[in-house]
């Protein structure tokens, strides 16, 4: 790479680039998968909440948003009054329990209740998709700031990765539409070439917001330099992320405005069911504050709109205004990343999307070694590379397979229950990761990603046996949500087995196949 | 025993250095520089923060097309100049 004086237009530039590009691509690589496909996964949280929750009530006809804040106010007044705020969710159709959240004594507490008659909810113990959610950007087990650190210097490598692979390719259009099947690093070229040309735009896309979610981590410099006060300066990463902290109680009593009214008129400006959340600040104090986030439905910025009000005489208090271009260009990268303004097709072409970005990983790492293992003298570290692409590309999936199969099979009563549902996660991956390195290489890639299509294909089965949900249920009941995790899992499964088919019984075949005809020709 | 690293090794670890850290100090001048935008504070911040991902990854992308290590770190010194002018003016303006 460091070759001096070597002209770098044409050939010289592109080859920089190979380098640049093989090597960024391959140290983030299998982080940066792991990020993709958990991330894929998190479009669907809280379907996947749902399905993990077979106990909870679908809620068909909740009350009217107005009455259930309203008695949402009265159960709260009684039960945690002295909580600096409460924030009250509604239901939507992702979410049909009503849920409450406040800092307590012991910590944030959280109610859930149906909506249809405020009876409390419970479910099982879990952390149901918010543990993928979590997962994609700060890991599992680590230190919560490194391990966003650790995700953001792949989130970085990878947008080099990506940018140098765009100028490595002459004639991107042309290779989109070229396939070579059977011809070893040929084929992972060109089936690598497809997945990222296919979802290039989308790939950047969600690269460089993604490392904007975490940009006052990652780039705090102007703001420390900018704001020197930490007080005014977590001010304006407030402001910033447009989201408003609680303010000092008074210590003056004032009874709490009707807030019912307050959700019924901007109901009647952003529609039924556009109210997310409430939070209520200091009720029953002079310092009260009441705080409406309207549902994010069809809108790409994801910070803002919502209103603000004085909690005593309900008056507004923020100024309704447009936000400026620069915090609607950073809420709508912000609500670009998340997706959560996406009605259910976009969301599936953005779970498309995710998945040939994963596809674009696997066959990158693939194509890596398949290049190398041609040559006459295979580089030393080359086995272990492939023994880790095995156990995290199709280790993974496994993994997150035995994710599902815990939640319905760990006793519902059992101590520390959501944890070990992610216990179990790591543990099966451990267990590929050692299955990977014992079995020869090839074998091992057909084995797991057999296990994985078997995981996958039996988890609607073992739904119907363990709950009331099973796909047949919820079919007749009418329950898409919970129906489309059970059909995505069979269409997973399929995806996994149709890989599988399609790779060769022995690396070996393949390689003195292409050796064959790379000396050939 | 050869106590430095050969040439090409060397030259490697300084195109390294000049991507890596070099890279994220030009992201970090430019946040800084934002700062200098006859906007209100917080809005030339946010575009700071906003757009050095694009300011690192265009440094790390120039930083190996460059013809040569020298031709790198002289094309880094180049493009901070002007930055750090910006910066200076903006945390100091």
Redesign the interface.
Known sequence: MARTAEPRRGPGLRRAMGGVHAWSGLIAAWLVFAIFLTGTVSFFKDTLSLWMQPELPRATSPLEAPELVARWVALLEARAPEAASWTISLPSEREPVSTALWRGAEGIERLAVDPEDMSPVTARATRGGDFFYRFHFQLHYLPVIAARWLVGAAAMLMLIALISGVILHKKILRDFFTFRGGKGPRSWLDAHNAFSVLGLPFHLMITYTGLVTLMTLYMPWGLEAAFPEPETRRQAVSELHDFPRVGRAAGVAAPLVEVAGLVADAERDWGRGGVARVRIEHAGDAAARVILWRAPGGRLNDQGPRRVFDGVTGRRQDTGEAPGADALTHGVMVGLHAGRFADWSLRWLYAGLGLAGCGMIATGLVLWTAKRRLKPRPPGGLAWVERLNVAILAGLPVAMAAYLWANRLLPVGLPGRADWEVHAVFLVWLAMLVHASLRPVARAWREQLWLGSLLLALVPPLNALTTEHGPLASLLDGDGQRLGVDLSCWALAALLAAIARRLPASRLATHRRARKKAIAS | MRLLPST??R??GL?LIAAGPGGYGL??LF??A??ALP????????????G???V??AA??GV??????GRAWAGLALAALPLALGAWH??HG
């Not at chain 2, 906007?39 to 906003?50: D, E, N, S, V, W």
């Not at chain 2, 190996?64 to 290590?69: G, L």
């Open positions: 090409s090794a030259r490697l195109r992201a970090t946040s800084l934002a700062l906007l209100p504070t917080l809005a030339a911040a946010r575009i700071g923060m906003l050095s991902f694009a690192f990854a790390v992308i190996f097309a460059a013809r040569d290590v903006g945390t």
